[in-house]
């Protein structure tokens, strides 16, 4: 029988440095997945599908934004078994390479103009190459977290690799910002490349620290002792259906509440709200920062009361502003209009997301959980967020549509999560924390998932 207690690092700074190099990685790649989305919402109309309506441009560029998602799964099997038969650390390096690689070539695409019906076709094969190296990134780089944390921390720790989400969403919106203040034509023939090539710099500074972290003791004494699962998704099909549902179903109001505002606000606030591309580049950096402050906060919260509470007073909050936040949102009260986003993304957003990376993580056992987090990861990501800024565009359209039914959208989502979080076991004796009563501190057992 394995030991699968946390780990106990040879030195002290071990697990603080495991949670930053999992923050530094996750950062980057999140980075170069958001570039691609605000580049969706800006520019690749024009650029790759000319000779449409605009309306009709953005549909197709959010379509392509969706091409990853699909790829996530594959990526998420592909990755989880490489995770846990050869380890986290050797996966998150090749994760981290395929991912800068991809951004830096999309960067150096020729247009549509240039080589025709190739440009959107290699678009979509790079889109492909980005979401199968996301697939694999975000369990390995939880678990990189988790399985180093200190007991009483594990919800902490495991919110190290979230803040790279809104971390990330700052870095590209901060980016683009700056290259949507150039002429229109400047910006469509070469300032939109340069926050996709910076992807061929980040990934070098992300390998550099990924290299000093070493590989959780959880994980190297199932290797040792042999016990590494031979099919690790397989298992997670097999013993670990429930725990896999449960994993999607956590994400469903998170994923829903984070895509609509971090891709489909640019869009709703310029063809809707009348706002100025820069300025609704504004709110959603202002909002991703205080979402970023959040994050550590909520986890330490959830570390003290139990982030089954915090998970679902989150989901309840998201049903109860669902209709209010699109209410309020106001072309010509711009302070406002902030104000409110800024709130969603707090109740909504840092509540569940501070904590939902370690409750999937605390499904599976150290056999299959890289596996059964990505997959969780991934399937979540190709159900709730994929088709969020699809669906909010055809519905709404270039601004003459109604925008109920986005909120029924973020309702649906939300009471899906509440389902989920309510029907986790309070102490499941498999995970990396037992949630029961008013803290979060069991050990991990080795009882199979």
């Not at 449409?52 to 959010?62: I, K, N, Y």
């Not at 906060?297 to 998201?318: E, P, Q, W």
């Not at 987090?373 to 969020?388: D, E, M, R, V, Y």
Request: hydrophobic share 50%; net charge positive.
């Amino acid at each position: 029988m394995v030991n699968n207690s946390p780990a106990r690092p040879g030195a002290k700074n071990t697990p603080r440095r495991a949670a930053i190099a999992s923050l530094v990685g996750t950062t980057i790649e999140w980075y170069e997945f958001f570039i691609y989305g605000l580049a969706a919402a800006l520019v690749f109309g024009d650029l790759f599908f000319p000779g449409v309506d605009e309306h009709t441009g953005r549909l197709a560029s959010f379509a392509t934004l969706g091409v990853a998602f699909v790829a996530r799964p594959l990526g998420a099997a592909i990755f989880g078994h490489f995770g846990d038969r050869l380890g986290r650390k050797t996966t998150l390096i090749a994760t981290l390479g395929i991912m800068g690689t991809a951004t830096g070539l999309i960067g150096a695409l020729p247009t549509y103009d240039s080589i025709g019906i190739w440009a959107p076709i290699l678009l979509i094969v790079l889109r492909m190459f980005q979401g199968l190296a996301v697939g694999g990134e975000w369990g390995g780089a939880v678990l990189m977290s988790v399985e180093h944390a200190p007991p009483a921390k594990v919800r902490l720790y495991g919110c190290a690799p979230q803040m790279g989400s809104p971390l990330g969403l700052i870095l590209a919106t901060a980016v683009m910002s700056a290259v949507a203040t150039l002429p229109d034509d400047q910006m469509l023939s070469w300032g939109w490349r340069i926050p996709f090539l910076a992807g061929f710099v980040l990934v070098i500074v992300g390998l550099v620290i990924r290299l000093g972290v070493a590989e959780s003791s959880q994980f190297q004494e199932l290797k040792t002792a042999g016990e590494t699962a031979r099919l690790p998704i397989r298992d997670v099909f097999a013993r670990a259906k429930k725990s896999l549902f449960i994993g999607i179903g956590l994400q469903a109001s998170v994923n829903v509440v984070f895509y609509m505002i971090s891709v489909y606000f640019l869009s709703y606030a310029t063809s809707s709200l009348g706002l100025q591309r820069s300025t609704a580049l504004l709110i959603i950096m202002i909002a991703a920062a205080v979402d970023l402050a959040a994050l550590p906060f909520m986890a330490a919260l959830s570390d003290k009361i139990g982030a089954h509470k915090v998970f679902l007073a989150g989901a309840l909050f998201t049903i109860a502003a669902a209709f209010p936040f699109f209410w309020l949102l106001r072309g010509d009260h711009l302070v406002l209009t902030c104000i409110v986003v800024v709130i969603m993304m707090i109740g909504a957003h840092a509540t569940t997301y501070s904590v939902v990376s370690s409750l999937i993580a605390d499904q599976f056992d150290t056999k299959v959980r890289y596996s059964g987090t990505a997959l969780s990861n991934a399937l979540g990501g190709l159900a709730f967020s994929a088709p969020t800024p699809f669906i909010a565009e055809a519905i709404v359209g270039g601004g003459g549509g109604q925008w109920w039914p986005l909120s029924l959208m973020i309702i649906v989502a939300a009471l899906i999560s509440v389902v989920a979080i309510r029907v986790i076991p309070r102490t499941t004796g498999r995970g990396l924390t037992s949630d029961g009563g008013n803290t979060d501190h069991e050990r991990l057992s080795s009882t199979p998932a």
